[in-house]
Structures are given as structure tokens and as C-alpha cells.
């Protein structure tokens, strides 16, 4: 059994609509300190898998076919055994 913790973006190169409505609310709020946020995506999932290596391609295959939209997303993600 392995977990993996998946961090979903958006790529740089996309407008954060919603990151710059957080920030302009934490202006708003005294935090003038914040400075760029940007609003992502978490996954914690656990998985059966016999190998690192096959949990690794479940993971892939699960972001690049449902979890993330590559054409404005990107992401990373952690893998650990789960015993």
C-alpha cells in the first residue's frame, strides 16, 4: 500500500483569478506583507500497488486522466509506503 500526496497548480503562464482575489482580501484585511498567492489543489490518496515504481505509474496515470487539466494545470507529488 502506498500514499501519495498529490500539489496541483496552475502553470505559471495562466491567470489566478481566484489566487488574486485572495490576496486583494488579505490587503484588505491589514496583511500587506502578501506579496503573490496562487490557489492550487490537494490530493491525499492511498493506493494498492505491489511496487514503488507501480504506484508511481498509477499516480501519473490517474493525474493525467482525471485528477489535473493539463492543458492549465500542473503538478508533484510524494510517494511513501504505507504499512
Do not use: W
Not at 489566478?16 to 500587506?32: E, I
Request: net charge positive; proline share 2%.
Amino acid at each position: 500500500m502506498y500514499r501519495a500526496k498529490v500539489n496541483v497548480t496552475l502553470k505559471k503562464s495562466v491567470f489566478d483569478p481566484q489566487g488574486k482575489t485572495v490576496l486583494d482580501a488579505l490587503h484588505s484585511l491589514g496583511f500587506k506583507e502578501a506579496e503573490r498567492l496562487r490557489v492550487g489543489k490537494f490530493f491525499d490518496l492511498n493506493l494498492k500497488a505491489k511496487t514503488k515504481k507501480e504506484a508511481e505509474l498509477k499516480v501519473k496515470a490517474m493525474c493525467d486522466k482525471l485528477l489535473i487539466n493539463p492543458v492549465i494545470e500542473e503538478y508533484a507529488y510524494e510517494l511513501e509506503e504505507v504499512r
